[in-house]
């Protein structure tokens, strides 16, 4: 599931998928509306959320982080009394939301009503603000991640560097993803996932130009959505992706392993926003409801991500012992939150991505 492709497409180009029509989700005018993501919310907290608050859900999920931003860009299309006064995205989108004004800040006097707002660590509390105003509230996150087939390689992959060994060769699947794949040869060559102003540093970049030419001689193919049916198909041994996905592929191959690279990896996290010009006292209700500790542990033991929560001491121990979701300190240590880059910046992170591509670079 893409979740990073749009952190390199240009604002102008977004803009225009602003006026698709899509189908209202909604046709209860006396509740709580929220868009969210598949799988994210169990099913039985919405139900708890309703006997404790005595305020009425109707919930619509979404199958892709894509879907759920085309439906916020629709916000405006749809009829105030069945547009949803909450939506989930990606934080990869947040950026361009607040830049199309889509949403709206969360206040100081709503973040009153977040409580467990101020409980969050300060890693998710800067990722949502910018200039001093909060935009979202995250309540649930993961990482970028190697699958791979431990009946095919006769190795254990742990770092970025395994990516590039022979038995690998046309045997490896990376997201059709300028930032993930980059970032992931600037983590190898030690650097961070997202460094600024690449061709002015002639001896990295040189460096990295070769690393990604050669890891791209390694690549069957490139995909953001079907990496895993490849790898389970036998067409790959190794895919990189996103942990969110992996969890549901190791279920139905026990062959498959995941691993959070030693060197360090991205972080990804989805959001609560709320669209612009919505009432959002209920909502607020809702957004700390999935912080409490006891919901904290449900995200986080149903559902294939972690809670953005501090507050996780009723996550079964069978759970925390998962490698995939609570790996070491050590390695979140060296893990980074991608953010923005400046215009030039990108400029070139796409310049490099179109010659990799195309078989230029």
Request: glycine share 4%.
């Given at each position: 599931?893409?979740?990073?492709?749009?952190?390199?497409?240009?604002?102008?180009?977004?803009?225009?998928?602003?006026?698709c029509q899509l189908s209202n989700p909604f046709d209860q005018r006396d509740r709580l509306r929220i868009l969210g993501m598949l799988g994210a919310i169990p099913s039985k907290v919405i139900n708890q959320f309703e006997s404790a608050s005595k305020i009425k859900i109707e919930f619509k999920a979404e199958n892709a982080p894509s879907k759920l931003w085309q439906e916020l860009q629709n916000y405006p299309n749809v009829a105030k009394e069945k547009a949803p006064h909450l939506i989930s995205i990606g934080d990869s989108w947040l950026d361009q939301a607040i830049?199309?004004?889509?949403?709206?800040?969360?206040?100081?006097?709503?973040?009153?009503?977040?409580?467990?707002?101020?409980?969050?660590?300060?890693?998710?509390?800067?990722?949502?603000?910018?200039?001093?105003?909060?935009?979202?509230?995250?309540?649930?996150?993961?990482?970028?991640?190697?699958?791979?087939?431990?009946?095919?390689?006769?190795?254990?992959?742990?770092?970025?560097?395994?990516?590039?060994?022979?038995?690998?060769?046309?045997?490896?699947?990376?997201?059709?993803?300028?930032?993930?794949?980059?970032?992931?040869?600037?983590?190898?060559?030690?650097?961070?996932?997202?460094?600024?102003?690449?061709?002015?540093?002639q001896d990295v970049f040189a460096t990295l130009t070769q690393e990604l030419k050669?890891?791209?001689?390694?690549?069957?193919?490139?995909?953001?959505?079907?990496?895993?049916?490849?790898?389970?198909?036998?067409?790959?041994?190794?895919?990189?992706?996103?942990?969110?996905?992996?969890?549901?592929?190791?279920?139905?191959?026990?062959?498959?392993?995941?691993?959070?690279?030693?060197?360090?990896?991205?972080?990804?996290?989805?959001?609560?926003?709320?669209?612009k010009g919505e009432a959002a006292i209920a909502a607020t209700?809702?957004?700390?409801?999935?912080?409490?500790?006891?919901?904290?542990?449900?995200?986080?033991?149903?559902?294939?991500?972690?809670?953005?929560s501090s507050e996780l001491d009723q996550v079964p121990a069978s759970v925390k012992a998962d490698p995939i979701k609570f790996f070491s300190q050590d390695i979140l240590a060296k893990s980074e939150l991608i953010a923005p880059l400046s215009p030039s910046t990108l400029t070139q992170y796409k310049d490099l991505w179109t010659k990799l591509r195309s078989g230029t670079i």
């Open positions: 599931m893409d979740r990073r492709k749009f952190l390199v497409v240009s604002g102008a180009a977004i803009a225009t998928l602003g006026g830049a199309n004004s889509l949403i709206q800040p969360i206040t100081p006097d709503l973040l009153e009503k977040i409580p467990k707002w101020q409980k969050l660590s300060p890693l998710w509390q800067q990722s949502v603000t910018r200039n001093n105003q909060v935009w979202g509230i995250p309540y649930r996150w993961g990482a970028t991640a190697i699958a791979y087939r431990s009946d095919k390689l006769k190795f254990k992959i742990t770092q970025w560097s395994d990516l590039w060994r022979p038995e690998l060769k046309l045997k490896l699947s990376l997201p059709d993803d300028a930032r993930e794949v980059i970032g992931l040869v600037l983590k190898k060559m030690g650097q961070s996932y997202q460094l600024e102003n690449l061709v002015e540093r050669s890891l791209n001689s390694q690549v069957l193919t490139y995909s953001s959505d079907n990496y895993l049916q490849s790898l389970l198909a036998d067409d790959t041994f190794a895919a990189v992706g996103w942990t969110s996905d992996m969890h549901k592929a190791q279920r139905q191959n026990p062959n498959l392993r995941v691993v959070i690279p030693q060197d360090g990896t991205s972080l990804w996290s989805d959001l609560w926003v709320i669209p209700e809702w957004m700390n409801f999935c912080l409490t500790p006891e919901i904290a542990a449900q995200i986080t033991s149903l559902s294939e991500a972690v809670s953005a």
